[in-house]
């Protein structure tokens, strides 16, 4: 039995509000969850007062998805970007994202990155 944490999609067309869930892999996505883990809605919202940039609504709550990714329940790729942000979860590396390798001018392959210097007293390698 593999359990997910994902998306259930809720609202009307073109205003979409999700529900984080917890649910069996094989089961439909707006199909009975096990539990409801929290809310997302990804329309961003103006700032109180008119003051700072608009945000997204998460509401999450945080020691009933921490047990469950204890126990094995594994993310889909939305939910993790969530628990990512929220400090739950390592994010996941994106193709999109800086690498520290970097190239040489002759043959344009990637150079190994440089070792640092030994600390005092340590014998060289």
Known sequence: MVVKIRLARFGKRNAPFYNIVVAQARTARNS???????????????????EGNPFKDIQLDVS??????GVGAQPSDPVWRLLAMMGLWEPKFRPGMMTTTTTTATGGKAAPPALPPPPDGAPPI
């Open 64 to 69: 009933r998805a921490k047990y469950w990714l």
């Open 32 to 50: 009975k969850p096990m539990e409801v883990l929290g809310t997302y809605d990804p329309v961003p919202k103006p700032a109180p007062h008119g």
